[in-house]
């Protein structure tokens, strides 16, 4: 069945260093977001890609989606002690159910000061 | 503006008993999904619900059962409760018409079963 892997599973940085988190699909993905799940909240969400090689900056966060679009990165730039918090992919396919996502197991981002 | 609210925040449950989770979409929006999300894991869905039926589900027992209203708000009933059933459960709204759109997530109803 579909599935999305995620890595790294965790990430420890000291505030200033920058961090990457890797999403990937076995088949091509009709879409691909992104959401941040701070610690005791929910999922909220923060980016949607669609085309293939597809590239979204948002301050210091950076998308990408592959040309393939079987995978997916978000880049933080000289994180800060507010980006942390669980960091997850959710991909859908061609012909699935609108609104149902296949979310990865997500990254758990810990920056220290 | 409301955005998505679920109810009850926080429920404990005996194995065996039954337990209703309800949710209330943002305005605007008339799809509802529900996710189950275990500690350290992923949001993993359960069903959806769009004009008051169920229109697709995820890879979860008969146990798990739900209902939408005609406000578009909606229930989660989990019967027969198992202690594999502690989990965050998250309600998100969408729009139909709006293909792929994101999920707006509710705050979630902490269930831990005992």
């Known amino acids: 069945g579909q599935q999305v892997m995620q890595i790294p599973q965790y990430q420890h940085v000291q505030e200033g260093e920058d961090f990457t988190t890797y999403c990937n699909s076995s088949t091509t993905l009709s879409n691909i977001q992104w959401y941040k799940q701070r610690p005791g909240g929910h999922p909220v969400f923060l980016i949607q890609?669609?085309?293939?090689?597809e590239v979204k900056k948002q301050k210091r966060l950076t998308f990408q989606f592959g040309e393939a679009k079987k995978n997916s990165s978000l880049h933080i730039t000289a994180t800060q002690t507010t980006d942390v918090g669980t960091y997850f992919c959710?991909?859908?396919?061609?012909?699935?159910?609108?609104?149902?996502?296949?979310f990865g197991r997500g990254t758990q981002l810990t920056v220290w000061p | 503006d409301a955005g998505v609210t679920q109810s009850p925040t926080h429920l404990i449950k005996t194995r065996g008993q039954q337990v209703t989770l309800r949710c209330s979409p943002k305005?605007?929006?008339?799809?509802v999904s529900w996710y189950q999300q275990a500690l350290g894991q992923g949001p993993q869905f359960i069903f959806q619900y769009y004009e008051e039926e169920e229109r697709q589900r995820g890879n979860f027992p008969d146990r798990f059962s739900g209902h939408q209203f005609p406000n578009y708000s909606s229930e989660l009933n989990v019967n027969a409760l198992l202690l594999g059933d502690s989990a965050l459960y998250l309600c998100?709204?969408?729009?139909?018409?709006?293909?792929?759109?994101?999920?707006?997530f509710g705050n979630g109803t902490r269930l831990t079963v005992t």
């Open positions: 998100a709204s969408s729009w139909r018409r709006g293909g792929d759109s994101p999920l707006h």
């Open positions: 890609l669609v085309k293939s090689g």
């Open positions: 959710a991909g859908s396919w061609r012909g699935s159910t609108l609104g149902r996502l296949y």
């Open positions: 305005s605007g929006h008339d799809t």
